[in-house]
């Protein structure tokens, strides 16, 4: 059975790409319906879809954004109202897309061209993504800098550079320094949004750890592999999906 | 040989009249005195190109000689009247001194009409050439007359404080009508270019104002807008809610507002809140339980006329950069009050912030303009972070409705 994300914003316009979509193929499960980029991005670490229909504009990561960290990981469908210049490029790279309010009739094709696909491995639409994701409006630039963490009565400034992992812990994240830790508010999945990718790699659905604190990458086994780090006792597990980041 | 002077002739005016249209003509002329003569025409303001244009081509060719001619005869008319009052002159003497006089002032007064800039500014050099020109002539004639009939230079020298009391009155005769009309003539230029310079402000404010009006429109029939619009109207009519048909009812509302607004430059604050309503039902009803919103006009100032389409634009931006973007959503409130006598209209949000979306600040900057036009100073637009969100806030003069109205 194949399994497939739908990230849109819109209640109503969520609704009705569910709806057509278990009309057109039954044979498909829905796994998560998310309503930002961000849990789209979680969801899709969690579940491993083999299918994922991205609203290009959403609060969070935007669909592109979405779609540059999946890689190759899925077949993507991007949905747009109107984005002329990615439309565009999407057709140039043929690639798949809806334009909203998405018709029965397209979305039936669409489904047609998944079927006969979803066995082979996914493109990856990495080049064409990161050219496109700077010309959308709204494409973020700015990088966090600073976080606030409350430890006890107080409330601490830290410098995101002296951070040596973060950890998500339920709804908080857990913040780990060289010599103290803390926890922030918010969730793990909203704040890597505004954190340099290359500085901080997501190593698990639940780990972002900062590259310049990598003592050394330990294999397990075949498929498991642990993060060891400078000035920090604890060993980070690296999950299937981001092992491809220690891979020569 | 007449005919390569005519051709000349007609070059040279051909020339001339592009470079009164174009000055930028004038360094594609022959070089050397054709060039001199059109780079003084290049440099005469629009205004006065335009005159003398228009002067030329009425007075081109044939219509010219004519001209020439019927003056010529008006002018020997008076040599006839002086010869005859006055026995000094002789018949041929008489014409000629009243052609030769005539044609001088007139093109005196003709160069100080086109020219008014240029020959008031320089009075004085032009009554020093003139008494320049007089004396030479005046030495020269009794040079003439000593080679010729052997007149004593003593006799000669005897007419010199004559020839220069003679110099400067006929300079006087000369130059006061050249310069009487010179004055008249700037001082009427003057005017003119401040009028129409007053007209061409006046036009481009409107034309600024229509084009700043069309784009708060086209921001408001966007197509992400529209069609994610539409996709809720259908998902709602699919389903058979009767949601469908209110949110069809809003869309219709804010649609035919916002055309008509786009017409009309104010508007009631009763007004632009409706219209705000029924915009903010349909951004509800597409985002769901991401959005809330209160919209609060106190009765007495219902009637108020605000620049159409203005705090529209402010709750647009609202929704599209506070709220839009928040994974959570947020609030809008929306609400005008009286202050020190000024009209205070405050859309505030609880969106993302101002530093969350750096950089955009089209539909601010369409405002800010829009209040400039309508107020000038009086008028203004401020923006602070509220934490969470972002605050608004437009300050209408007291006499905004008058001044409105003046302007319409």
């Known amino acids: 059975m194949t399994t497939i994300l739908i990230a849109e914003d819109e209640p109503l316009m969520r609704e009705r790409l569910v709806g057509m979509l278990a009309a057109l193929w039954p044979g498909a499960r829905i796994v998560l319906e998310a309503e930002n980029g961000n849990d789209a991005w979680d969801g899709y670490l969690e579940y491993e879809p083999e299918v994922v229909f991205l609203d290009i504009r959403m609060p969070g990561l935007s669909g592109l954004e979405v779609a540059e960290r999946i890689g190759d990981g899925a077949h993507v469908v991007f949905v747009t109202a109107y984005d002329q210049y990615a439309v565009e490029a999407f057709d140039a790279g043929a690639v798949d897309y809806l334009l909203k309010p998405v018709q029965a009739d397209r979305l039936e094709r669409a489904v047609a061209r998944l079927q006969a696909k979803v066995s082979q491995p996914p493109a990856d639409l990495g080049d064409l993504l990161r050219h496109l994701k700077t010309t959308l409006p709204g494409a973020r630039s700015e990088k966090l800098k600073w976080l606030k963490a409350t430890v006890g009565r107080q409330i601490r400034l830290i410098d995101v550079d002296e951070v040596l992992f973060f950890q998500s812990d339920t709804k908080y994240t857990r913040v780990v320094l060289p010599d103290s830790e803390a926890l922030v508010r918010t969730p793990l999945k909203d704040l890597l949004g505004g954190l340099d990718r290359d500085r901080f790699w997501q190593i698990h659905r639940g780990t972002l750890v900062n590259v310049g604190a990598i003592a050394a990458v330990e294999r397990i086994d075949a498929e498991r592999m642990q993060v060891l780090l400078r000035g920090c006792e604890e060993k980070l597990p690296v999950s299937r999906t981001f092992t491809h980041l220690f891979r020569d | ?408």
């Open chain 2, 1 to 408: 040989m007449l005919r390569k002077l005519i051709d000349w002739y007609d070059e040279v005016e051909r020339e001339q009249l592009a470079v009164l249209e174009n000055p930028a003509l004038a360094a594609q002329a022959k070089p050397g005195l054709r060039r001199y003569f059109v780079s003084k025409l290049a440099n005469m303001t629009p205004l006065e190109r335009k005159e003398l244009r228009d002067f030329c081509i009425t007075y081109q060719g044939r219509r010219l000689w004519t001209a020439i001619a019927k003056l010529a005869l008006g002018f020997s008319l008076c040599g006839v009247v002086l010869h005859l009052s006055l026995d000094k002159f002789s018949w041929l003497g008489a014409i000629l001194t009243a052609n030769i006089l005539g044609f001088t002032l007139l093109s005196g007064a003709l160069a100080a009409w086109f020219d008014a800039r240029y020959v008031t500014a320089t009075k004085r050099k032009l009554a020093i050439y003139c008494f320049a020109g007089i004396v030479a002539g005046g030495l020269g004639a009794g040079l003439v007359s000593m080679l010729i009939q052997s007149t004593p230079l003593a006799d000669v020298i005897q007419r010199l404080p004559r020839l220069f009391g003679s110099a400067a009155a006929g300079c006087a005769i000369g130059l006061a009508p050249v310069l009487i009309v010179g004055r008249y003539r700037r001082r009427k230029l003057q005017a003119l270019t401040v009028q129409l310079q007053r007209d061409a402000e006046a036009e481009r404010l409107a034309r600024e104002l229509s084009e700043s009006k069309l784009r708060m429109l086209r921001a408001q029939i966007e197509p992400h807008f529209l069609f994610n619009t539409l996709g809720a109207v259908q998902q709602l009519a699919a389903d058979g809610a009767p949601r469908a048909a209110a949110l069809t009812a809003d869309l219709i509302a804010f649609l035919r507002a916002s055309f008509s607004d786009m017409r009309r430059e104010q508007v009631t604050l009763a007004n632009e809140f409706a219209t705000i309503a029924a915009y903010l039902r349909v951004m509800q009803a597409r985002m769901g339980k991401r959005l809330d919103f209160s919209l609060d006009v106190p009765d007495a100032l219902a009637e108020t006329q605000v620049p159409s389409m203005l705090v529209l634009t402010l709750v647009e931006n609202a929704i599209k950069h506070g709220i839009e973007p928040s994974l959570r959503g947020g609030a809008i409130l929306v609400g005008a009050v009286v202050e020190d006598g000024k009209t205070v209209i405050r859309v505030r949000d609880t969106g993302v912030g101002m530093s969350a979306t750096p950089g955009d600040g089209a539909g601010l900057d369409n405002v800010r303009r829009r209040l400039a036009l309508a107020y000038g100073e009086a008028a203004r637009l401020d923006l602070h972070d509220a934490d969470p969100g972002v605050a608004a806030e437009v300050v209408l003069p007291p006499a905004a409705r008058i001044a409105l109205q003046e302007a319409a």
